[in-house]
């Protein structure tokens, strides 16, 4: 089994020869996780398989390629830009939270806030010496309290994929899922760079709107101080076209290639973590109310 151990994002070259890896595109192949699973590795995200209220995933995501158009993702970001939802503290979210259960999820039918702890807890036992990481596993998902607050699940769960340009055949359903998008038949966005330039970086790029993007928006709007690979795993953690299948080079710069393993390491928690091994909630969150005050204290404004 391979470990990646906790790096600075400039040792990419170091990063590559940890692993081992002769092609630098293995990086894209899914890393096997470091704890005891609930089934078969291969039988996480199957999408060909889904049966009974199981069909609420594929229902979820042909809502969401029909609607998720460039123009839309755009004005979701201004909409949430100024912080409209109110002002409500780490904790008091994760209450919310706890009433949604994802539609877009495969492989659980928990309440979100269940997997968050999950996450959190499989990395405190893999990082104990990273606490930042940990919080991170908890918060990743906050973001979906969007759905409370008057939006559509297919604009707030699920992977995300960059609007703007050519869509890639990599993401959840492929590319039939898309044919009621107008943004198919707008020339400006169906190119390979669409309307950005080759290596423009990720963060010059609109993803379709969701959770991550706005968890990270309320996280830089309220200056927390998680590290920039925290913010990034946050940021990107359903960009599954990018960190599984290799996606989106193009449009990278060397930054978000450096970021990669980070966002690819943190993806093999959130995946693999989904089980019936459910922490001791009570026990375990004085431990995450001190990181939270550590890192974004208070009240914050969403």
Same mark, same amino acid.
């Given at each position: 089994?391979?470990?990646?151990?906790?790096?600075?994002?400039?040792?990419?070259?170091?990063f590559?020869?940890?692993?081992?890896?002769?092609?630098?595109?293995?990086?894209?192949?899914?890393?096997?996780?470091?704890?005891?699973?609930?089934?078969?590795?291969?039988?996480?995200?199957?999408?060909?398989?889904l049966?009974?209220?199981?069909?609420?995933?594929?229902d979820?995501y042909?809502?969401m390629?029909?609607?998720?158009?460039?123009?839309?993702?755009?004005?979701?970001?201004?909409?949430?830009?100024?912080?409209?939802?109110g002002?409500?503290?780490?904790?008091?979210?994760?209450?919310?939270v706890?009433?949604?259960?994802?539609?877009?999820?495969?492989?659980?039918?928990?309440?979100n806030?269940?997997?968050?702890?999950?996450?959190?807890?499989?990395?405190?036992?893999?990082?104990?010496? &990273?606490?930042?990481?940990s919080?991170?596993?908890?918060?990743h998902?906050?973001?979906k309290v969007?759905?409370?607050?008057?939006?559509?699940?297919w604009?707030?769960?699920?992977?995300?994929?960059?609007?703007? !340009?050519?869509?890639?055949?990599?993401?959840?359903?492929?590319?039939?899922?898309f044919?009621?998008n107008?943004?198919?038949s707008?020339?400006?966005?169906?190119?390979?760079?669409?309307?950005?330039?080759?290596? !423009?970086?990720?963060?010059?790029?609109?993803?379709?709107?969701? &959770?991550?993007?706005?968890?990270?928006?309320?996280?830089?709007?309220?200056?927390s101080?998680?590290?920039?690979?925290?913010?990034?795993?946050?940021?990107? &953690?359903?960009?599954?076209?990018?960190?599984? &299948?290799?996606?989106?080079?193009?449009? !990278?710069?060397?930054?978000?290639?450096?970021?990669?393993?980070?966002?690819?390491?943190?993806?093999?928690?959130?995946?693999?973590s989904?089980?019936?091994?459910?922490?001791?909630?009570?026990?375990?969150?004085?431990?995450?109310?001190?990181?939270?005050?550590?890192y !974004?204290?208070?009240?914050?404004?969403w």
């Open positions: 089994m391979i470990i990646l151990p906790i790096q600075p994002t400039y040792l990419l070259d170091s590559l020869t940890t692993m081992g890896l002769e092609d630098p595109s293995e990086i894209y192949r899914p890393k096997p996780p470091q704890f005891q699973l609930d089934k078969a590795m291969e039988n996480f995200r199957d999408y060909d398989n049966e009974g209220d199981m069909t609420r995933v594929r979820t042909y809502e390629h029909k609607n998720q158009t460039y123009q839309f993702a755009c004005s979701q970001r201004e909409k949430y830009g100024p912080g409209i939802v002002e409500f503290t780490i904790m008091e979210m994760m209450e919310v706890a009433k949604i259960v994802d539609e877009s999820d495969p492989d659980t039918s928990l309440p806030d269940i997997h968050m702890y999950q996450t959190a807890e499989r990395i405190r036992e893999a990082y104990p010496d &990273h606490p930042w990481f919080l991170v596993g908890l918060i998902d906050l973001g969007l759905a409370l607050h008057g939006e559509p699940q604009a707030v769960v699920g992977d995300i994929f960059v609007t703007g !340009c050519q869509l890639e055949p990599s993401v959840v359903f492929g590319l039939p899922s044919k009621d107008p943004d198919v707008d020339p400006r966005y169906t190119t390979k760079y669409g309307v950005y330039s080759p290596n !423009c970086g990720l963060e010059n790029v609109v993803t379709s709107w969701g &959770h991550d993007e706005y968890m990270y928006r309320v996280l830089t709007r309220n200056k101080t998680i590290p920039p690979e925290g913010l990034y795993m946050i940021r990107y &953690h359903s960009l599954y076209p990018w960190h599984h &299948h290799g996606d989106y080079d193009h449009l !990278c710069n060397d930054t978000d290639r450096a970021m990669l393993p980070w966002v690819q390491r943190f993806s093999s928690f959130d995946l693999y989904k089980g019936e091994n459910i922490p001791d909630v009570e026990a375990v969150k004085p431990f995450y109310e001190d990181l939270i005050e550590k !974004c204290p208070g009240k914050l404004l």
